[in-house]
């Protein structure tokens, strides 16, 4: 027997996986396991940025139709209100999106529901009058997966404005 020295480094031994060449394909299972995480993440910040994107828009276009709506203004062949909404729904810019539940309510006319439309008279609100514009909408998800995490497969925001009326011709309370 040699000595120590002779012998040369000692060598741990090899895990018994290795030793019989079982560790074949362990970077493709990282790569898929790696991959998925960050997959999943990266549409995660997708979904983050496009629905913080619908949010601002839809409150950019809420807040221009409460612009409009305090000057009194309507469209020749809509009423105040069908002109409000309209007003709103050119300004939104984010596919499935809609104007059509937008609630008008102003102080002393009452409110405007799209399901209840009936005593809607006056919901634009007078000159003077302070006239609030709200409009709640759920965003689908791009990504199926994530969206499964909200209880209406998508996010429900609400985007609101609220102004006075400057002093217009009061025939256009409509």
Same mark, same amino acid.
């Given at each position: 027997m040699l000595p120590l020295e002779e012998a040369g480094p000692i060598l741990p031994l090899k895990s018994g996986a290795s030793r019989f060449g079982s560790t074949?394909? #362990?970077?493709?299972?990282?790569?898929?396991?790696?991959? !998925?995480?960050?997959? *999943?993440? *990266?549409? $995660?910040?997708?979904? @983050?940025?496009w629905l913080m994107f619908a949010q601002m828009n839809v409150r950019q $276009?809420?807040?221009?139709?409460?612009? @409009?709506a305090s000057t009194g #203004?309507? +469209?020749?062949? +809509?009423t105040r209100v069908q002109s409000i909404i309209s007003t709103v729904q050119n300004e939104i810019s984010v596919a499935g999106v809609s104007a059509s539940n937008l609630q008008i309510c102003s102080a002393l006319g009452g409110c405007y529901n799209p399901q209840n439309k009936s005593g809607t008279l006056g919901a634009a609100g007078a000159p003077g009058d302070t006239v609030t514009l709200t409009l709640t909408s759920t965003?689908?998800?791009m990504t199926p997966l994530i969206g499964q995490f909200f209880p209406t497969g998508g996010y /429900?925001? /609400? $985007?609101? $404005? /609220?102004?006075? +009326?400057e002093p217009f +011709?009061?025939?256009? !309370?409509?």
């Open positions: 074949k394909g #362990q970077s493709s299972v990282e790569f898929a396991v790696v991959s !998925t995480v960050f997959l *999943l993440l *990266l549409f $995660a910040v997708m979904d @983050y940025g $276009a809420v807040d221009d139709g409460g612009r @409009y #203004q309507e +469209n020749g062949a +809509n965003l689908p998800l /429900t925001f /609400t $985007a609101s $404005a /609220t102004f006075k +009326n +011709n009061p025939s256009n !309370t409509d």
